[in-house]
């Protein structure tokens, strides 16, 4: 409950965003979604504007890269992605007129827009749901594929307690928020629309405005972890909200947050291509922390220098939160459209990071609020030990929260290896993911 406390108390010291300096050069990453990479469109040497489009995956039915500055393309260069895998990316020099930024944006009428239309903005526009960050997802294309999803759901906070990036969304762009769930909820006909939040008081004067239809602000058990994924949104709402409701939640539905929905509200009504990324930057070697809007392919090199460098260097920096992110080891990183959050950790705080032996401490089971078995899918895994075939599907209802590393004192990547298998026991049996 005191880390829940201190960040409501934190959320309220935030005032105002910031727009991050342009940056001399963007690197764009040819793969913005999970396990999805694209192609460029543009050649090397050749003038491109901000929003053009620079790649796109493979198929009529593919999303595009936008280019986020107005410059020229000098080269596709191997690059180290957020998540620290090696990919190619587009390296484009800054200069010229721009298209979006400090031009006025005219609001469309969004009464006259298909569904059709909305789903082919979502997906020419790159636009990417990040619920789930470590398996980002082109919006359009989700909804396409996902014919059972009836509801919206919209997580108006973080499932990572140390990251407050949706929450701050949530304060500062309310109002667009909902106007991009309604939007997406008109994009695939839901049944109906659930902004889960962890304080109702906090938005009790924004909720009173809020004139949809079928409409429910599910709130939260903030002093319980995990909270913020789908199984606790199904459950706490079948608890204490489906009887109020004429539509029902399940894990078919469509699951968002804050920061996509902004996104959908710009690629429709105003327009706007997946170009820039919402970044909170915090951490005990920064000066002060930061909520700033950043183009993406800015390298995390030159955002540290506009928000005055670091007071001690950091030894370890995290993206997307300590229980759910990763990190990286390299300050040329760009930002791209799934980072949240960079964290920079000094020495003081940083523990051992040597992985030891399992020592059968159970630690894992006895957190574990899915109740499989960590520890033994692990030893079998590292071991190449055959799982039997219950034991292999428990891995399936992992509800990827992290609490099993975090309590581990062998530092053993539980959750991860969990993860492995439950990927495999997918694409074994050809379930959808």
Do not use: W
């Amino acid at each position: 409950m005191t880390e829940n406390r201190n960040k409501l108390n934190l959320l309220r010291d935030y005032k105002k965003t910031e727009n991050s300096f342009l940056p001399h050069y963007v690197t764009i990453p040819l793969c913005q979604e999970f396990g999805k990479d694209s192609r460029p469109v543009v050649n090397i040497g050749d003038t491109v504007k901000e929003g053009d489009i620079i790649a796109r995956g493979e198929g009529t039915n593919s999303s595009y890269i936008h280019s986020s500055v107005p410059g020229k393309v000098e080269a596709c260069i191997p690059c180290i992605t957020p998540y620290g895998q090696q990919n190619f990316a587009l390296r484009i020099k800054t200069g010229g007129s721009f298209s979006y930024l400090g031009k006025k944006n005219n609001k469309k009428n969004i009464d006259s827009i298909s569904a059709e239309s909305i789903v082919k903005s979502f997906i020419e526009k790159g636009i990417v749901n990040t619920f789930n960050i470590a398996k980002a997802e082109n919006l359009g294309l989700q909804i396409q594929k996902n014919k059972k999803a009836s509801a919206l759901v919209v997580r108006m906070f973080d499932e990572d307690i140390f990251r407050i990036t949706d929450s701050l969304m949530s304060k500062f762009y309310f109002d667009e928020i909902v106007e991009g769930a309604q939007i997406t909820a008109k994009a695939f006909g839901a049944s109906g629309i659930v902004f889960a939040v962890t304080e109702k008081n906090d938005f009790a004067y924004k909720f009173e405005k809020v004139n949809i239809p079928n409409v429910c602000f599910l709130e939260m058990n903030s002093g319980k972890y995990p909270c913020g994924n789908v199984k606790e949104i199904v459950s706490t709402f079948a608890k204490n909200e489906k009887k109020a409701c004429n539509f029902d939640v399940t894990k078919n539905d469509l699951f968002t947050d804050s920061s996509t929905m902004y996104e959908a509200y710009k690629a429709v009504a105003l327009g706007i291509p997946a170009i820039n990324k919402f970044v909170h930057f915090s951490g005990n070697c920064l000066y002060a922390s930061c909520l700033l809007n950043v183009k993406i392919g800015t390298s995390i090199k030159e955002i540290v220098s506009q928000i005055g460098g670091f007071i001690k260097q950091p030894k370890m920096i995290i993206i997307n939160g300590k229980l759910n992110g990763t990190m990286i080891t390299s300050m040329d990183v760009p930002v791209t459209q799934y980072v949240k959050s960079v964290e920079f950790v000094s020495a003081r705080k940083v523990t051992d990071r040597h992985v030891y032996s399992c020592i059968n401490c159970g630690n894992c089971r006895f957190v574990c609020p899915a109740k499989i078995l960590p520890d033994i899918l692990y030893n079998n895994y590292v071991s190449f030990k055959e799982e039997t075939a219950n034991l292999e599907k428990s891995a399936l209802i992992c509800t990827e929260c992290g609490l099993c590393n975090t309590v581990c004192p062998a530092r053993l990547p539980l959750s991860q290896t969990i993860n492995i298998l439950k990927e495999n026991n997918l694409n074994k049996n050809g379930e959808a993911k």
